[in-house]
């Protein structure tokens, strides 16, 4: 009764291992894709042209792709210049 008690935990263990090793791959592939799809839109030339409300359309339908709840973008001061919780040109937080 010993051994197969032991045995069973032992693959018991081992089981939970190889669940657990399969969940943080899916997560970090998740965010190795949420990383890579924020650079892509940090690139984006509706940025460098000041497009705030296009860039704003283009982040908010990310946030969809990407189940996410949120995109800020902030100025170099910090400054918060939009958020995708908000409509483009509402009020923001300060």
């Known amino acids: 009764i010993a051994g ?10 081992d089981g939970t291992v190889a669940r657990a090793r399969a969940i943080v791959a899916a997560a970090d592939r998740d965010i190795e894709a949420t990383q890579l799809a924020l650079r892509i839109l940090s690139t984006s030339t509706l940025l ?7 860039f704003h359309r283009r982040a908010a339908g990310l946030v969809e792709q990407l189940g ?9 001061d910090g400054t918060l210049l939009l958020s995708t919780r908000r409509p483009y040109g509402a009020p923001l937080a300060r």
């Open 4 to 13: 197969f008690y032991h045995r069973e935990r032992a693959q018991l263990i």
């Open 48 to 54: 460098r042209e000041r497009d705030l409300a296009a």
């Open 68 to 76: 996410a709840d949120s995109i800020v973008l902030l100025d170099t």
